[in-house]
Each structure stands twice: as structure tokens, then as C-alpha cells.
């Protein structure tokens, strides 16, 4: 018996049936394959890659969750697919060897009565429980889910517990006592010039990863035996990682030392800026440093152009409210409160809304605390009360003068 993901007589009847593909697509399909002769081939990957649309929704793209989801209720496996926020990151790295995972796509999930949950993309594979158990001496139970999936909590977080581990194996802090509080802040720093390349990989992971999770900010925070690692998706706070003692201040130095901060201290809080590569664009990041009871605590606060700006019909609204927010928007004079909690998406709904208005003819002005992100087609002024450029005298400046629109 063939293959599911290899056999084209079995995937494109049931894509058919369930409206996925047109008759004409699968005519097309089925032509393509007789010419390419991809016979034994993973079709499932070929199909994703056409981003063919698909005939229920045009609009949409033909993925390959849409694939498997489909073969695994056919063939009564269990369909997972896999959130990073809702996976614990030592059960996931610490049961299987990262060579393992990468080599069979499998990851460890879950425990539940003595069971292990593993994901893999392949349930096909009759050797792979047998393996499993062996690697894992435990009872396993089998679940499916998108290769894509698989390779993404794979790459994100063996990646950055190695980066970790391979830190923390280079630097070797003696045990401090704790008790003298201020003895710990201004600890010297370790080597971190031998480690240097194992911090910035694990640096560069914590931004990627909080990014494509759409994050709003990173908390990094001393503890006493650990440093915690949160994001804030969406106003929530979540962690995604606790880091060894011995890594958090090498860690933190490189954030300082990224956005021009002054490494020696450590008792006085302060703020920076930095830029980091993410999809072919540059996302800008704020750093803020405060020192707290077990060394120095670093908030990182992220935007990007595709998180700080969207379609206003993306922002959340319901269309009553949208159709009403745009109709403020357009009066020519008044004000409009945008108000919520940290992460709520305050800064998101006042870019787009600047953005959805910004034309030729007008003159957009923001006066900022600080500027969160610079845009070009805005005059954008930051406030500086230590030389006297507050709010107020922003204003009355602007307001004085001869303008279309502000």
C-alpha cells in the first residue's frame, strides 16, 4: 500500500471532496506529475510549496496543515498543531537528543499518566514508536502534526537552549552569597569575550522568536537561582524560558553593548535603542535597564513595521465600532483617547490610524515619549524635559504656526 503523502490517487480525490481543489486543479496537478515524474515523492510538500488557492477560498492559499489535517482525520491520527507559547521547553529539549529530533521530525510534548506525547510529521514510519520508547524509556503515544511546525520548535528552541548551554559550559561563576544585595549588582562580569559568540546566538534567538510570535516586549529578570524570560503577547505575560544564574548578566551586558549602554553600570537605570534583521526588514527595539533585588532587570520593547502598523480592519474592532473609529478619524478637528493597559496595542492603533490617513496633501505631526518608531512620511518630534522640549511647549509651537493638519 502506497504511502498517503506519496500517493497522488489518494491525496487528490480526498482534496477534491472536500472542496480544498477544483476538478480543473487536479487535472493540472495530475498532468504536472506525470511530467515530473514525482512518483514516492512527499506530495504534501510539493502541493504547499505551489501556494496553489484554494477552490473554497480563493483568497487562501493551500497549506499544508490543510493536507495533513485532512489524511489524519481519514485515518483517525490525532491532528496537533503546535503553539510555542503552550509547549514546555524542557520537555521538549530534554527528552530527545536535538540529532534525533531534527533526523525522524519528532517532538516530545507532553506527559499525561505516565504517557509521552510525542508529535511527529511521519506516523507512517513502523519503526518510529519502537525508537521512541527506546529513546525515551517510556511509554509513547503518537501524534501528528505539520512538518512546518515540527522544524520551527525545533530551530527555535534547541537552538537557543544549546546557545545557552554552550554559554553556561564557558562561563564559570563561583556561588555568590546573595544576602549583600549590592555585592551582587556590581559583580564583575565574566569572560564574556570566550562566550561572546554563544550570547549573541542566543540573543539573536530571543529576538527572532519573540518577533514572530508578534511579541509587544521581552522581560528579562533576575531571580534568586534563575533569570526568567517572558514576552508579552497581546497585554499577557508569558515565559518561555528560565535561564541559569551564570548567564543572565552576559546576556544582559550584550544587550548593553548592542544598543550603547554603558556596561559599567549597573545601580542606575537606563535607556537605549538598538536594531535587529528580522524577515529582510529591521525591527527597532528600546532597551531599559533597572537595577532590582538580584541584579539588573532588562526590558526590551519591540517594533516593527509589520506589527506597528495594520490595517485598521485587522486591529480588532467590530465592524460597528470600525465604522465608527473612521468616521472620527476624518473630522477635521477634535481628539481621540486611545487608552490600555501595557501591550494592549495603544501604539499599533495610533501608527495604522497615522498611516491610514497620511497623504501628499496632509501635514501629519506627532510629538512622542518616546519616538517608538520612526516613519518618514510623519514629522515626528520626541519630548526632552531636561532641555525644556516638553509637551506643552511642543504644542504651542505647533499651533502657532500656519499648518494644513496636525
Excluded at 564559570?172 to 569572560?191: C, G, M, T, W, Y
Aim: hydrophobic content about 40%.
Amino acid at each position: 500500500m502506497s504511502h498517503p503523502y506519496h500517493d497522488p490517487d489518494y491525496i487528490f480525490p480526498i482534496l477534491e471532496r472536500e472542496g480544498l481543489l477544483s476538478k480543473e486543479q487536479v487535472a493540472e496537478l495530475t498532468h504536472k506529475l506525470s511530467i515530473r515524474k514525482r512518483k514516492g515523492r512527499d506530495l504534501v510538500q510539493w502541493l504547499d510549496s505551489l501556494k496553489l488557492p484554494r477552490a473554497d477560498s480563493p483568497d487562501v492559499n493551500l497549506m499544508e496543515a490543510d493536507i495533513i489535517s485532512l489524511i489524519a482525520r481519514d485515518h483517525k491520527w490525532t491532528f496537533r498543531r503546535l503553539d510555542p507559547l503552550r509547549l514546555d521547553m524542557e520537555i521538549v529539549t530534554k527528552t530527545l537528543p536535538a540529532s534525533f529530533a531534527r533526523k525522524r521530525l519528532v517532538l516530545p510534548v507532553s506527559w499525561e499518566d505516565g504517557e509521552l506525547e510525542i508529535v511527529c510529521y511521519d506516523p507512517e514510519d513502523q519503526e518510529l514508536q519502537q525508537d521512541l520508547e527506546r529513546a525515551c524509556q517510556a511509554r509513547t503515544r503518537i501524534s501528528v502534526a505539520p512538518r512546518r511546525d515540527i522544524e520551527r520548535i525545533i530551530s527555535e528552541f534547541f537552538d537557543f537552549k544549546q546557545s545557552i548551554a554552550a554559554a553556561e559550559n564557558v562561563l564559570k561563576l563561583p556561588a555568590v552569597d546573595i544576602s549583600n544585595l549590592e555585592q551582587f549588582v556590581r559583580l564583575a562580569a565574566p569572560n564574556i569575550a570566550a562566550s561572546d559568540k554563544y550570547i549573541q546566538k542566543a540573543v539573536d534567538h530571543l529576538f527572532q522568536y519573540a518577533l514572530d510570535q508578534r511579541a509587544s516586549d521581552i522581560h528579562i529578570e533576575p531571580k534568586r537561582a534563575l533569570s526568567w524570560i517572558r514576552i508579552r503577547i497581546d497585554g499577557i505575560l508569558h515565559t518561555i524560558y528560565r535561564l541559569p544564574r551564570v548567564v543572565h548578566e552576559p546576556i544582559c551586558t550584550k544587550i548593553k553593548t548592542m544598543s550603547r549602554l554603558d556596561i559599567a553600570e549597573k545601580r542606575r537605570p537606563q535607556d537605549g535603542r538598538l536594531k535587529v534583521a528580522w524577515k529582510n526588514k529591521e525591527a527597532e527595539v528600546r532597551v531599559s535597564t533597572i537595577p532590582v533585588a538580584f541584579g539588573e532587570k532588562v526590558v526590551l520593547r519591540l517594533q516593527s513595521e509589520d506589527i506597528l502598523f495594520s490595517d485598521l480592519n485587522k486591529l480588532g474592532f467590530s465592524e460597528r465600532d470600525l465604522r465608527a473609529y473612521e468616521r472620527f478619524i476624518q473630522n477635521s478637528h477634535g481628539i481621540i483617547l486611545i487608552t490600555g493597559p501595557t501591550g494592549s496595542g495603544k501604539s499599533t492603533t495610533l501608527y495604522s490610524t497615522l498611516r491610514h490617513l497620511s497623504s501628499p496633501d496632509i501635514n501629519i505631526i506627532t510629538v512622542e515619549d518616546p519616538i517608538e518608531m520612526v516613519y518618514e512620511e510623519f514629522n515626528q518630534i520626541a519630548v526632552q524635559p531636561q532641555i525644556d522640549v516638553t509637551f506643552a511647549s511642543i504644542l504651542r509651537n505647533i499651533l502657532s504656526r500656519t499648518l494644513t493638519s496636525s
